[in-house]
């Protein structure tokens, strides 16, 4: 492969195909044996050399990281970060290097630059600190900027705004990118070039339009073919029925404790006055970017988060109301996927434990074979093999893993499944798979689904109705054709026009 000046190469493949290794070989940051050439400004380097390869990052080549909050350093304000690459590498006095770390932020288009300056990490949003981590990266003026996965964990608006800045800054003629990604849309949108990458093996180059418009090799094929697409036929509504509601939230309010040591700061209010109900065998989609509310509002269903006013009613019973006893009966019929599976599931527990443990919580009365009858029908519904029952989470991949937190979540056959990013952490074969298997749980099932993402593709093939959030409040509820034909919210039309699309 090749980078070139004021060009980006896209590097495109699932988990496990080897494209961060790659790029971690090239800066000599691959722990493994290495063998090849890098050639730098007409100068080679055999790629086994890792002193001289680590001596080209920083100064010629800048690396950006996928979570800029593990790239930031938490203790230490923004200005002093950026400011200590151009004092190592650039020898800046310290004036000057705190006016280069300005000029980089607003170089990068962070909003208020003087302010952010003087900021925490913690303090700006996910897209302003990766902006940050691509500031730093350039304070020492590299010839390469390599980006390794940096949207994946960002909302539509600001992973467009991040394609489009390092895209800019090429276009600029000033620096080459190599962009990785699991994400064959953003490669589309940001590429000159398409590498795809599978096993280890790049098993199709070319130009980013050629790729897109007559991909050759099956794996790229099925690639674009998984790619959830505003553009792509979606699936047919459901009629419309009037059913009775299984959920109902009505004007619902959440808000956190302020905290503070010397003095107790204001609540901050999560939630305001939120509106919606579903009934059974019907998915609603909770739709929003990061910090619109919606998970909060998840919470408040199965009373992790303090609900302030308003009401949850679950199968006519006001939820808030009742006794912790008594909630144990709903807790049993609402259920949640989430959106991390490794995070949500017990690393020292098998799967046939993991699955077995809602029932031991809600279904005491039944014996251990009612039990593990129950488990294994579970897993087989979600389509894993039985004897995939005997390993630890570490020994699954993301889709298995996700599988186990499904089948933890119907196993106990409730009524409400809350799927909370159920997917966003998975490669798109996954995720399409995941989404498949949802919706034939639910026919199976007759389930009611909240569905929650910040992914408009993904919530137009999977919902019936949407509601959208922003700041905490309903900004617009629809049902899933009317509201991607005539958004009638400025936000709404907004989320869908910052959707990735493939083009060719």
Request: hydrophobic share 50%.
């Amino acid at each position: 492969m090749a980078a070139q000046t004021g060009r980006v190469t896209a590097i495109v493949g699932e988990s496990g195909s080897g494209k961060s290794q790659l790029v971690k070989a090239l800066t000599g940051l691959s722990p493994g044996a290495v063998s090849g050439t890098v050639t730098v400004d007409g100068a080679a380097i055999p790629a086994g050399d890792r002193r001289r390869l680590s001596a080209l990052r920083g100064a010629r080549v800048a690396y950006v990281f996928q979570d800029p909050m593990t790239a930031l350093n938490p203790y230490f304000r923004i200005g002093p970060q950026l400011a200590e690459v151009a004092r190592v590498h650039l020898g800046l006095s310290r004036r000057a290097a705190r006016a280069r770390a300005l000029e980089m932020l607003t170089r990068v288009r962070l909003a208020e630059p003087q302010r952010r300056l003087d900021a925490y990490p913690h303090e700006l949003s996910g897209g302003q600190r990766q902006r940050a981590v691509i500031a730093m990266a350039l304070m020492a003026e590299p010839r390469l900027l390599i980006a390794d996965e940096p949207t994946t964990a960002l909302d539509a608006t600001a992973q467009l705004g991040i394609l489009d800045l390092v895209r800019a800054l090429c276009d600029g003629g000033e620096v080459a990118a190599i962009f990785i990604t699991h994400d064959i849309a953003a490669a589309a949108r940001i590429g000159d070039r398409i590498l795809v990458m599978q096993a280890g093996r790049v098993v199709e180059e070319g130009a980013a339009r050629a790729v897109i418009a007559g991909p050759g090799h099956a794996y790229t094929r099925a690639l674009i073919a998984a790619t959830p697409s505003l553009a792509a036929p979606a699936a047919a509504a459901r009629a419309q029925t009037a059913a009775a509601a299984i959920l109902e939230v009505r004007g619902l309010h959440v808000a956190y404790p302020g905290g503070g040591v010397l003095a107790r700061r204001a609540p901050v209010c999560a939630v305001r006055g939120v509106d919606f109900a579903v009934a059974r065998g019907e998915t609603l989609g909770l739709v929003g970017e990061s910090g619109s509310g919606k998970s909060s509002v998840a919470r408040a269903l199965l009373r992790l988060a303090p609900v302030t006013a308003g009401e949850v009613r679950f199968d006519g019973r006001a939820v808030q109301d009742l006794s912790t006893r008594d909630f144990a009966a709903v807790r049993r019929g609402m259920q949640m996927v989430f959106q991390d599976p490794f995070a949500s599931l017990n690393p020292r527990m098998r799967v046939r434990d993991l699955v077995d443990e809602p029932l031991r919580t809600h279904l005491r009365d039944w014996s251990a074979r009612r039990r593990a009858d129950a488990a294994a029908e579970a897993l087989d519904a979600v389509g894993l093999a039985p004897d995939l029952a005997g390993r630890f989470p570490h020994e699954l991949s993301g889709g298995q893993a996700q599988r186990v937190g499904i089948a933890r979540a119907i196993v106990t056959e409730p009524k409400v499944l809350i799927c909370d990013e159920a997917v966003s952490a998975l490669d798109v074969s996954v995720q399409a798979r995941i989404l498949d298997l949802i919706a034939e749980v639910q026919a199976r099932r007759g389930l009611a689904i909240v569905f929650i993402t910040h992914d408009l593709a993904v919530v137009r093939q999977i919902a019936d109705r949407i509601v959208v959030m922003k700041d905490g409040a309903v900004v617009e509820a629809a049902p899933r054709d009317r509201l991607f034909a005539a958004p009638r919210h400025a936000y709404t039309r907004r989320l869908i026009d910052a959707a990735l699309k493939i083009e060719a």
